[in-house]
T-cell receptor, first 113, second 113 residues
């Protein structure tokens, strides 16, 4: 495996639900990322955490709320999503301050009904 | 606007042949370029990178060529194997900050026996 794990791998939720995506990295990296991959757009950066501090919020709607309790774990809390939020959500990590993800997780396939 | 795009959305090759995947980028200030491979059900995987002060870099069976004059990047895979079947993304890295890695749309490589 890649050293970055994500759960769940698949999630179906209604627009009024609240759910959370979890990411864990076992590589000792100090930066973690959330990316969105949809069928119609290239991979898009959502959030970056470096040393547990959010350093980038790429104009993401507030219905997506990230949390980084420590350097190994990253969450994405979801609330009142829209069908157009259906996508593959990828977590990644890296070491240093390059801002370039080096290892990606397998992703969570999210479907919003 | 700034973008990274791929000329060919799908490339079909015979096993054993060489493959060439192309990418155009638009930001002349980009200083670093990466190729990723994404297999079905997995996250992107780093293949090879190249800095803007180079025009060629070789890895194991892969070569990346950079032509800064025409802002063009290519990935060459020698003796293509069935395991090379995947979607390949190029990404350009703009200087400064964390929101600086711009991904292309991807090219699907299909290897036929």
């Amino acid at each position: 495996e890649t050293g970055v794990t994500q759960t769940p791998r698949h999630l179906v939720m209604g627009m009024t639900n609240k759910k959370s995506l979890k990411c864990e990295q076992h590589l000792g990296h100090n930066a973690m990322y959330w990316y969105k991959q949809s069928a119609k757009k290239p991979l898009e950066l959502m959030f970056v955490y470096s040393l547990e501090e959010r350093v980038e919020n790429n104009s993401v709607p507030s219905r997506f709320s990230p949390e980084c309790p420590n350097s190994s774990h990253l969450f994405l809390h979801l609330h009142t999503l829209q069908p157009e939020d259906s996508a593959l959500y990828l977590c990644a990590s890296s070491q240093g301050t390059s801002g370039t993800p080096s290892v990606f997780g397998p992703g969570t396939r999210l479907t919003v009904l | 606007g700034e973008s990274v795009g791929l000329h060919l959305p799908t490339l079909s090759v015979q096993e054993g042949d060489n493959s060439i995947i192309n990418c155009a980028y638009s930001n002349s200030a980009s200083d670093y370029f990466i190729w990723y491979k994404q297999e079905s059900g997995k996250g992107p995987q780093f293949i090879i990178d190249i800095r803007s002060n180079m025009d060629k870099r070789q890895g194991q069976r892969v070569t990346v060529l950079l032509n800064k004059t025409v802002k063009h990047l290519s990935l060459q895979i020698a003796a293509t194997q069935p395991g090379d079947s995947a979607v390949y993304f190029c990404a350009e890295n703009r200087p400064g900050g964390y929101n600086k890695l711009i991904f292309g749309a991807g090219t699907r490589l299909a290897v036929h026996p």
